[in-house]
């Protein structure tokens, strides 16, 4: 059984950090591209992050290029997202995704953590 659980979220001050971190389990975790999504409140789900299933490439969306880094540690199946500078309108459900980086269909999702940005 595939399992994609998230931790690490909680409630920050606007410009501090936050790491979250993703474990994901039931599959072969080095054959899998692994990505962050993150939804606001009446908001459509957006990609933050992206990491190839070696490490060796990452992809940032332009709203948090320069304050967040994505890696992961294929040893420990886990990927993490270090959030710095942190703003409110950071403020969303962080969803984890593993993608199969050869095999289409093999795609699964985590249920979300949530960051809240706010003084």
């Known amino acids: 059984q595939v399992q994609v659980v998230e931790s690490g979220g909680g409630l920050v001050q606007p410009g501090g950090s936050l790491r979250l971190s993703c474990v994901a389990s039931?599959?072969?975790?080095?054959?899998?591209?692994m990505n962050w999504y993150r939804q606001a409140p009446g908001k459509e789900r957006e990609l933050v992050a992206a990491?190839?299933?070696?490490?060796?490439?990452?992809n940032y969306g332009d709203s948090v290029k320069g304050r967040f880094a994505m890696s992961r540690d294929n040893a420990l199946n886990t990927v993490y997202l270090q959030m710095n500078s942190l703003k409110p309108e950071d403020t969303a459900v962080y969803y984890c995704?593993?993608?199969?980086?050869?095999?289409?269909?093999?795609?699964?999702w985590g249920r979300g953590t949530q960051v809240t940005v706010s003084s």
């Open positions: 039931g599959i072969t975790f080095s054959n899998y591209a």
């Open positions: 990491i190839s299933w070696a490490g060796g490439n990452t």
């Open positions: 995704n593993a993608v199969h980086r050869m095999v289409k269909g093999f795609n699964y």
